[in-house]
C-alpha cells in the first residue's frame, strides 16, 4: 500500500531533550516535506527536500533540522526542543520536485507533540 | 508573496443543507496550482483535488464540486447535501511553479459542522 509514515504518532517530552520524528516513503516520491499545524495558522512549511542529500528551508526552519541521506527517508530533528515547538507535525511527499507541474502532496498520518 | 485566506473559520449546517467554502488566494505567479484537503476529527490529511492555473473549468465529484475564477482569485468548494461525515475541517492551498519546488501555501482551514 502506497503511503507516508510517521513515527512516534504521540510524543510527550520535556525541554531540551534532543528527539527524532521518522518519515517514511514507500512511492520513490523525490520531494518530501515537514509542515506543523497550529490552531488559527494552518499548516506551515517547516523544511522541504527535493531529492536525496538536497534540502532547504520553509517558512518556519528555527529550531528544526532534517536529512536526507536515502530517498525514502525524511526524518525532523529537534536538537533542543521548547515549548512552543508543541504542535501536530505533518511529514509530506510528492513524485515531483516541483517546476512547472506541481504534484499532489501526500500526507502522512501526523505526529502530536508536547515539550513540557 | 502568495497568500491564501480562508475567511470562514467555522460553519455549521444542517444535514442535508448544501454549503460553500470560500477559498481566495493571491500569486505573482502564472502558473500555480490550487488544492483541498480534508481534516477529519482523526487528525490526517485526505486529498481531495488539485487544479492548476490555466484550467479555469468546474469539476465535479460526487457531492463534491469546485469552482474556480481567475477573475476573483477564488477557488470555492461546495458541498451537496451535506452528510455528519463530512464534519472536518478543510484546507485550501496554493503551489507556485515559479519557486522551481513543490511548496504548499495554506489557508488558516475552515472547521465543517454537520448537524443530524
Known amino acids: 500500500e502506497a503511503q507516508v509514515t510517521q513515527n512516534p504518532r504521540y510524543l510527550i517530552t520535556v525541554t531540551g531533550k534532543k528527539l527524532t520524528v521518522t518519515c517514511s516513503q514507500n512511492?520513490?516520491?523525490?520531494?518530501m516535506s515537514w509542515y506543523r499545524q497550529d490552531p488559527g495558522l494552518g499548516l506551515r512549511q517547516i523544511y522541504y527536500?527535493?531529492?536525496?542529500?538536497?534540502?532547504d528551508k520553509g517558512d518556519v526552519p528555527e529550531g528544526y533540522k532534517v536529512s536526507r541521506k536515502e530517498k525514502r527517508n525524511f526524518p525532523l530533528i529537534l536538537e533542543s526542543p521548547s515549548p512552543n515547538q508543541t504542535s501536530l507535525y505533518f511529514c509530506?511527499?510528492?513524485?515531483?520536485?516541483?517546476?512547472?507541474?506541481?504534484?499532489?502532496?501526500?500526507f502522512g498520518p501526523g505526529t502530536r507533540l508536547l515539550v513540557l | 508573496a502568495q497568500k491564501v485566506t480562508q475567511a470562514q473559520t467555522e460553519i455549521s449546517v444542517v444535514e442535508k443543507e448544501d454549503v460553500t467554502l470560500d477559498c481566495v488566494y493571491e500569486t505573482r505567479d502564472t502558473t500555480y496550482y490550487l488544492f483541498w484537503y480534508k481534516q477529519p476529527p482523526s487528525g490526517e490529511l485526505v486529498f481531495l483535488i488539485r487544479r492548476n492555473s490555466f484550467d479555469e473549468q468546474n469539476e465535479i465529484s460526487g457531492r463534491y464540486s469546485w469552482n474556480f475564477q481567475k477573475s476573483t482569485s477564488s477557488f470555492n468548494f461546495t458541498i451537496t447535501a451535506s452528510q455528519v461525515v463530512d464534519s472536518a475541517v478543510y484546507f485550501c492551498?496554493?503551489?507556485?511553479?515559479?519557486?522551481?519546488?513543490?511548496?504548499?501555501?495554506f489557508g488558516t482551514g475552515t472547521r465543517l459542522t454537520v448537524i443530524p
Open positions: 509530506a511527499s510528492s513524485l515531483a520536485p516541483g517546476g512547472v507541474t506541481q504534484e499532489t502532496q501526500y
Open positions: 527536500s527535493m531529492n536525496v542529500e538536497v534540502t
Open positions: 512511492m520513490n516520491h523525490e520531494y
Open positions: 492551498a496554493l503551489s507556485e511553479a515559479r519557486t522551481g519546488a513543490n511548496n504548499l501555501f
